[in-house]
């Protein structure tokens, strides 16, 4: 079923487009308002839950979404200054993520926009992060490349249009955020530990090998690298006890510098193979410092253009959410209310 338009939005389609858009796929609630493309608001909670268990625990991030959800939206309303009776639909991500997150999500944006009488658009996660780039300029030209990098995929997707993407190359195993929070664990840090990793890096040297899978292709493995710095760590540890605490700087640099490495082989191949030079990146990993910094040094010597997110946009957010569905929105692609969350949806 999709949803009929009503003759009321169509009157006032000459007025700004305000949507607001919801983001619950994993543990962050967020809620945003965009007018005509451009992000009024975009607030983001973080849920602290989960820092002691080292990954995000599924049943204490539904229950978070369910008390945050309605104050983070009243306060992405409020921020924007754009009334209830102001806003012309209601987008949210339908997946992928942890189903009981989406639901909360999804079940929040279908009761407003039934209440409210206005379209429902349903956001792919994944396409999020990618349209995240067009919350700022400047703007990517088409076609590019975007190394989307987060805690739940490693993919490399060549961008034609905001309505045409195709996914090159991923992950067989790990995603790439996951190689950092679950070496991170083994490190005794808190999830998430990738920005921690990030931190303890930069006064560190990688000085320790540790292995880059050699997949054919585009596609990614990181389920090697854990099992490697596993061993490695128990075979330190047993010679000295102190070793991880003495030694944290070090092996957080060389851990990240394998990851960076893994990724920067595989974009490079990518922009070789397409004949393409204009390189985004994306996702909670597009926030780690050295993949910036190599970014920007492969972009030098290899006349990229290279696009890299603020901070605000690298991180789950409905701003993000809210860029994908202004473009739905262009194209009057609407749902109905029959629509559901779902944990592995397609890209
Ligand atoms: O995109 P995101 O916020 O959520 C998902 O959709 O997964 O990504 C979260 C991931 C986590 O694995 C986190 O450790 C990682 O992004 N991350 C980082 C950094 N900041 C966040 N990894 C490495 N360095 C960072 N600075
Ligand atoms: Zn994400």
Not at 106 to 131: C, G
Not at 152 to 161: A, E, F, L, Y
Not at 255 to 280: C, G, H, P, T, Y
Request: proline share 4%; with cysteine; charged share 20%.
């Amino acid at each position: 079923m999709h949803f009929v338009v009503s003759q009321a939005t169509f009157a006032f389609s000459f007025m700004r487009v305000n949507i607001l858009a919801i983001e619950s796929s994993c543990d962050d609630t967020s809620a945003a308002v965009i007018s005509d493309g451009c992000v009024l608001s975009n607030i983001v909670s973080v849920q602290k839950a989960h820092a002691e268990y080292g990954g995000v625990v599924p049943e204490l991030a539904s229950r978070e979404h369910q008390v945050h959800i309605i104050p983070v939206v009243d306060q992405a309303l409020k921020a924007s200054n754009i009334r209830t009776k102001d806003l012309h639909a209601i987008a949210f991500t339908r997946g992928p993520g942890l189903l009981g997150s989406l639901i909360v999500g999804v079940t929040f944006a279908k009761s407003m926009a039934l209440t409210l009488d206005i379209p429902l658009i349903e956001v792919h996660h994944m396409h999020a992060h990618v349209l995240a780039h067009f919350a700022e300029d400047p703007k990517p030209a088409f076609p590019f490349l975007c190394l989307t990098v987060s805690g739940g995929h490693t993919q490399i997707i060549r961008v034609d249009s905001p309505y045409d993407m195709k996914i090159l190359g991923q992950t067989r195993d790990d995603a790439a955020g996951e190689a950092f929070d679950k070496t991170g664990k083994m490190l005794g840090l808190t999830y998430p530990a990738g920005p921690l990793i990030d931190k303890y890096a930069h006064s560190g040297q990688a000085i320790y090998d540790f292995p880059i899978a050699d997949i054919a292709g585009l596609d990614f493995s990181f389920s090697g690298l854990k099992t490697a710095v596993m061993y490695f760590l128990r075979d330190r540890s047993k010679e000295n006890p102190d070793f991880i605490k003495s030694e944290l700087a070090n092996i957080s640099r060389s851990v990240q510098d394998v990851i960076v490495e893994s990724l920067m082989r595989k974009l490079i191949k990518a922009a070789e193979q397409e004949n393409i030079k204009n390189i985004a990146i994306a996702g909670g990993v597009s926030a780690n410092s050295a993949l910036r910094s190599r970014l920007e040094i492969e972009a030098r010597n290899r006349s990229w253009n290279a696009y890299i997110p603020d901070f605000e946009y690298c991180r789950d957010n409905a701003g993000m959410v809210g860029i994908a569905a202004h473009y739905k929105w262009l194209a009057k692609d609407f749902v109905g209310q029959d629509v559901s969350a779902q944990a592995r949806l397609e890209f």
